[in-house]
């Protein structure tokens, strides 16, 4: 049956679990599609049938129970353990990345990072030392790691993706501005600013 | 006419025109949906129907002129000319965002930069200089800036956002991992990687 979801519905839940977390934060513990539907842009109807897709969440009339909301999300994202992830790149962005504060208590963990650059490889950014790109697919493997953020140039982003993929990569978050290849089975998800900028830009003045 | 598109098949668009200017770079001059379909991981039937909203840019058997349909699609996306683009929060991913060589050949320029911090305000971010945050809306407004990127804590963003609305900012990137509410008429693109890894695990074992 999961197999049956559309990929559209599985990448708002996300979005429904980072709303439902704020809430929590605010002190609320139960909340009503119609709250969220205000709070996210999106039609109550269109989160209610969303939800239907993973069980029975809240009675009518009563609304959801945020925190068991929020738990049966994570399960369904698997978000009931913390992912490793191995990012490939420290440079302006990797870096940044590295230090960015919003992945643990989102489910998920850098452990390694590896870069080519000489300069770069053997410095700490905090407290994990950048590795060479040499030792992806062996580190990888042994880590048993299953993610991947790829912020290298465009021009070598291809062959990353075919190494940590070789080295049992199923998930690869792509920043390099380029579709990538890659076997069935490995998801990729991409994040190109110029990219969302032009498709704002066609509604613009 | 325009307004009947469905912006999924916006959002398709800077995708193509991304990939035919590899192509371009890669020395062709003639593509298919075909080829289009094999490298992007779209259906060519897809392609051909995005397209066809815009017009008819390949005959049936002769593909599409690359130089001619990256024409079109710029003149479609308004990439015609230049944006600029205000950038607010001087972070580590303000500054990875500030020093990123991607955006300037694909229609956009970071022009201002801002920041709360009194540290980062005044200092030089490549040859812009940061200002302070109480500038934003006068500076956006006297530089008719319709684009901005948010860059700043999760607590300020809705605050951040009503300022440059109140601008004049009808696009904004968001990286801040929340749902911002603004006013019909103001476009927002989000991009929060935690949220794209949670997409993905969903689909690990």
Same mark, same amino acid.
């Given at each position: 049956?999961?197999?049956?979801?559309?990929?559209?519905?599985?990448? !708002?839940?996300?979005?429904?679990?980072?709303?439902?977390?704020?809430?929590?934060?605010?002190?609320?513990?139960?909340? #009503?599609?119609?709250?969220?539907?205000? !709070?996210?842009?999106?039609?109550?109807?269109?989160?209610?049938?969303?939800? #239907?897709?993973?069980?029975?969440? &809240?009675?009518?009339?009563?609304?959801?129970?945020?925190?068991?909301?929020?738990?049966?999300?994570?399960?369904?994202?698997?978000?009931?353990?913390?992912?490793?992830?191995?990012?490939? &790149?420290?440079?302006?962005?990797? !870096?940044?990345?590295?230090?960015?504060?919003?992945?643990?208590?989102?489910?998920?963990?850098?452990?390694? %990072?590896?870069?080519?650059?000489?300069?770069?490889?053997? #410095?700490? %950014? &905090?407290?994990? /030392?950048?590795?060479?790109?040499?030792?992806?697919?062996? /580190?990888? !493997?042994? &880590?048993?790691?299953?993610?991947?953020?790829?912020?290298?140039?465009? #021009?070598?982003? /291809?062959?990353?993706?075919?190494?940590?993929?070789?080295?049992?990569?199923?998930?690869?978050?792509?920043?390099?501005?380029?579709?990538?290849?890659v076997q069935n089975g490995v998801r990729i998800q991409y994040i190109d600013p110029a990219a969302h900028l032009q498709h704002m830009t066609y509604y613009l003045g």
């Open positions: 049956m999961a197999s049956e979801i559309p990929d559209i519905v599985i990448g !708002r839940l996300p979005v429904y679990l980072r709303e439902l977390s704020r809430l929590s934060e605010e002190g609320l513990e139960i909340t #009503s599609s119609h709250q969220l539907a205000e !709070r996210l842009g999106i039609s109550s109807a269109q989160i209610r049938k969303d939800l #239907s897709w993973f069980g029975p969440f &809240g009675k009518q009339g009563t609304g959801y129970n945020i925190p068991y909301l929020r738990e049966q999300l994570k399960k369904i994202l698997k978000l009931d353990h913390e992912w490793p992830v191995a990012l490939i &790149g420290a440079g302006d962005l990797g !870096r940044a990345l590295a230090r960015y504060g919003g992945f643990t208590h989102r489910g998920f963990r850098i452990v390694m %990072i590896f870069d080519n650059d000489p300069a770069k490889i053997g #410095s700490y %950014i &905090g407290n994990i /030392q950048v590795q060479a790109a040499e030792n992806i697919e062996e /580190q990888i !493997r042994a &880590g048993q790691i299953q993610i991947a953020m790829i912020a290298v140039p465009t #021009s070598s982003a /291809q062959a990353i993706a075919d190494t940590v993929v070789k080295a049992g990569v199923r998930a690869i978050l792509n920043y390099a501005p380029i579709t990538l290849s």
